[in-house]
């Protein structure tokens, strides 16, 4: 029940009409359409009529309130939403913040590819219609060692898209083991149940043998599945059948092997002593028949899913209405191409920003850190300032166990409470994205640009 003081705001709030006249939104009308400032205009009427009538103790709110609401309002709408942010939490993948950033030839690709006109579906020597795979399907090949490959928007499409090709109605046998779930919900079992397969599981979630596939392949198998545990790690009393055994066992059985990487290197970390991820070179070495990965993790390139193996399957996904659906399209090829190129010229690690951030040597990180700190120690009358040791983590799921060392800024505001601080640091303009740990706002310089230093020390003088 509305009581009489209820009525009574409702009846103080101004009409649309005369907040249109409002010489205070005359300028916002000359920048946008008369229409928008009018539809904003009227949703923050509803919003304040809907406030009034849920408050016990109604309050009207003044003209002015409103129109400060309504000029706010347009230019939440009217700025970009989607805007860069500073990354100094040192996790090098993180999904949060947009996962691999993109090499300069990469968006340099982008950018020519989404300006003009291109070859994306022609073939310009013939002079008739080509494919869109045609520009990475080559470079593909030369890097993993395939017989084939082909494109889709993500890892997740990928397997979807191939169990649904490989196996729809058929079972698909998968270690208990490997049955994962990856950030963002995506399950092996769920996606299993999507794709019409059916999920045959072997094994003990520690220990899956030879003879567990074995005994469980029927004429209805259609598919041996490997899922690369790359975002957990099993440690103790533990078997897992490699993949070289496994493809024995397909082979014996006449039945395709498939491998879902995961992350996807092309590039091995191995050899530098960063963590245990096989490569899709050693994958497809291995015997699989089909392998996919990701684009945009640990390969750094654009949000994509690969997949690689015997030209025969890949003929057969690649006509699949699926496929069709989960394309990529003009931009994310060019990056990838871009960003494949740099393999292939032995520039991988100087040019993709993934690889540099993390065989980023502990030289450079000192040297960032001091940088960062001579710049920043003008204000320790107002915060403790330190550079200290930590780790850096590679993020995206991939190798959780790897911890890279590395040289944080420490800063602890005398006055400033510490978590005012952290949000007052993350809002616009200039997010800079930190965490605190034990009191003190940390910055890790390794995922940090050093163009990007000036303006954390415009953010934090204006913070602090
Ligand atoms: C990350 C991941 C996926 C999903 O890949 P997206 O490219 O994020 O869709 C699938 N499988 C494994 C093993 C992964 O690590």
Known sequence: MLSDKHYQALRSLPAVNSLLQAPELQGLIKEARFELISRISSKVLAEERQKITEAAVPQATTTTEILAKITDKYHKLAVPHLHSVINGTGVILHTNLGRAKLSTEALEAVQNSALNYSNLEYNIIEGKRGTRFAHVEELLIELTGAEAATVVNNNAAAVILILQEMAQGKEVIVSRGQLVEIG???????????????????????????????????????????????????????????????????????LPVYEDLGSGVLYDLKKHGIGEEPTVQEAIKAGADLVSFSGDKLLGGPQTGIIVGKKQLIERIKKNQLARALRVDKMTLAALEATLRHYLLNEAPAKIPTLRMLLMNSQTL?????????????????????????????????????????????????????????????????????RIVADKYLLDVRTIEVEQFTLIKEKIDSVL
């Not at 072997?202 to 690369?228: C, Q, S, W």
């Not at 000192?366 to 120690?377: N, R």
């Not at 300032?385 to 930590?390: A, F, K, T």
């Open 366 to 434: 000192e040297e960032k850190a001091s940088k960062l700190y001579d710049l920043l120690k003008d204000y320790d009358q107002q915060a403790e300032l330190r550079i200290i040791d930590g780790f850096s983590e590679v993020g995206g799921g991939s190798m959780p166990d790897v911890q890279l060392p590395t040289k944080l800024i420490a800063i602890k505001p005398h006055s400033l409470d510490i978590n005012r601080f952290e949000s007052a640091m993350r809002l616009p303009p200039s997010s800079i994205i930190g």
């Open 184 to 254: 963002g919900s995506f399950r092996v079992s769920e996606i299993m149940a999507q794709s019409g397969a059916q999920l045959v599981e072997v094994g003990t979630t520690n220990k899956t043998h030879e003879f567990d596939y074995e005994r469980a392949i029927t004429p209805n198998t259609a598919l041996l599945m490997k899922v690369h545990t790359s975002n957990y790690k099993m440690v103790g009393f533990t078997k897992e059948v490699p993949l070289d055994e496994l493809v024995q066992i397909g082979a014996l059985h006449q």
